[in-house]
């Protein structure tokens, strides 16, 4: 299988481009997912003079940018076309009035979404995440049924595929149509220290190597081999241990990742 591997930059959202091409080409990916937030150095406000040369930069360093982590704002669907980014990645958040009510208004907002998307000719991807957001990449489709399928995509998480119960020999062949992005992350639960005076604890996610965790990475490869995907894998970086530097940590995922990929392919 070739996958464009990919990693989510959200560790290094600050650097400047000049300095992060060098270190994402240094750990092995030739692709790269780059959050546009005003906590990072390409902002909302800014994308539409920073996010064309951030990623001119990249590419110089051999990094294409398959998506950004940002808003569904117009200037932000402009500032992906100039800059030739395919994808802005979003989630469905659910708010206090409950889960009925937050996905008609996040349903709301993907359609006020269709003429941007079609506009500018970059697509949404909607990730499903545990906790206050559509959980469930099943629920991600439901959430865009009847939206143009071209324009609006299922980004496949490993780690959140996991944390809802899910297998990925079930979910992925039933997004295969939508399916844009797979994220790579792996998950346990651990249990918390009760609070003072109370009984128990609680269990919480903890993310974990690849190799460690509740979603199953080969299964995972072995379902893209037989649906022949051959688009972005996207490493997340996401490690709740800050004991080992995450670089050293996504060098040995990585290639754990390309061993499965390749087992699989057999």
Known sequence: MTFLWSVFTKPWSALPADSLGPLISGLGFAGAEIPVRDTAHV????????????????????????????????????????????????????????????????????????????RYGVQVGVQPHHGRYVSSALGVMDLLDGLPVQHFRVIWDAAHDALAGDDPRVTLPLVAERLGIVNLKNVIHVRTEPAAGAVGGHWKPWFVPGPDGLADWSAALGQLAELGYTGPVCLSGQYSDSGVPVEERLVADLAAAREAAGAAAV
């Open 43 to 118: 902002t909302p406000a800014e994308a539409g003079r920073l996010l064309p040369e951030f990623t001119a930069r990249l590419r110089a360093e051999g990094v294409e940018v398959i998506s950004v982590a940002g808003d569904l704002r117009e200037p932000v669907f402009a500032a992906c076309r100039e800059a030739g980014v395919p994808m802005i990645r979003v989630m469905a958040e659910l708010g206090p009035d409950g889960y009925a009510a937050s996905v008609r208004r996040v349903r709301k907002r993907l359609e006020d979404a269709v003429p941007l998307a079609e």
